[in-house]
């Protein structure tokens, strides 16, 4: 599956196609190689199968940038030459990279961040992945359209800036609309739809599952705050670089460490709501993501209760309180 063919003389004498990957050659003679599959010849017949293989190289040298790509079972993928990509684009890959693959319609459509387009999506089939709610959040890089139905590749995410996981439509696996059992467009076209969910949940890669950075919802109180934060500090926001309606990137100071850790001295930024000011006091519960030896990645260490403002007098004093009471 999206392997091109070279010919290659084996210890018996005959002639048979070894296997090129895709990207391991120039994308017209990939097309062309690829055409050729399942050719194995003889001797006898070296010269008439090297001239077969010649046309179908100079019909693939002959095609188009937009027909590069790989196959699935005879069908050609299409995939842009100019994507830098850092995997093999194939099904198998697709699949293993994919949290979730579902079949679903889409009930509504809004905005996420105040920008991008989220779609409200009901599932009717599981392919991969198990969901808890019959009803998820999409995003996708491509338009989904309200009332029609899609096969997906989700990849998920949680923050803790908002109170769903969202499901993004994985890179270049396309939205995939189907009707009536049957892929309407894109690289699937006219092929049935339980045909490739078969395909898909007969691999190995349909069982993989990713790591994935979950986040807390709350916790009942300061102690268990405590005990689920990496880093408990007091910070002054000093300057932010970015605002998009929801979160702010700041720069920040460290007045005071309740809980240490000690990738806090190579962390220079970090997110929070955009209600969250410039030069005034904020108590951080936060979790240190990341390689132990890089620069950390700064996150609250739940949804609600990780961040305590100095002007929300009562509950500052209550908190720092308890945690002057744990040095």
Not at 91 to 110: L, M, N, Q, S, Y
Not at 143 to 171: A, C, Q
Not at 280 to 290: A, E, H, S
Request: aromatic share 8%.
């Amino acid at each position: 599956m999206g392997f091109g063919k070279d010919l290659q003389k084996s210890a018996n004498g005959s002639f048979t196609l070894a296997l090129i990957k895709p990207f391991e050659a120039s994308l017209p003679v990939r097309r062309g190689l690829i055409v050729a599959k399942h050719l194995k010849i003889g001797l006898g017949s070296a010269i008439i199968g090297f001239l077969a293989l010649a046309i179908v190289i100079i019909r693939g040298a002959m095609a188009s940038k937009e027909d590069s790509g790989y196959v699935w079972d005879g069908v050609w993928l299409p995939v842009p030459i100019d994507v830098c990509m850092s995997f093999e684009p194939t099904i198998k890959e697709f699949t293993k990279r994919a949290d979730h693959i579902v079949i679903g319609t889409v009930k509504e459509t809004g905005t996420y961040d105040n920008s991008s387009p989220l779609y409200l999506v009901s599932v009717k089939k599981e392919v991969k992945g198990q969901l808890d709610e019959p009803l998820i959040h999409v995003t996708s890089n491509d338009p989904l359209h309200k009332g029609e139905t899609y096969f997906l590749f989700l990849e998920s995410s949680e923050s803790p800036f908002i109170d769903y996981v969202n499901y993004r439509v994985t890179n270049l696996s396309w939205v995939n609309p189907v009707k009536d059992g049957v892929f309407l467009s894109g690289p699937f076209k006219d092929i049935r739809v339980n045909r490739l969910a078969k395909d898909i949940q007969s691999l190995p890669e349909a069982k993989f599952k990713n790591e994935r950075t979950k986040v807390i919802d709350h916790v009942d109180s300061v102690q268990e705050m405590i005990g689920i934060s990496d880093a408990v500090i007091m910070i002054k926001p000093l300057d932010y670089s970015m605002d998009n309606g929801v979160i702010r990137l700041f720069t920040f100071k460290i007045l005071e460490k309740f809980k240490d850790d000690q990738r806090l001295l190579n962390a220079q930024s970090i997110i929070l709501a955009n209600t969250v000011e410039p030069g005034k006091k904020y108590l951080l519960f936060l979790k240190l993501l990341g390689d132990p030896d890089a620069v950390p990645s700064l996150q609250l260490a739940a949804r609600h209760g990780s961040v305590i403002a100095e002007e929300d007098q009562a509950n500052w004093e209550k908190v720092l309180g308890k945690l002057n009471a744990q040095k």
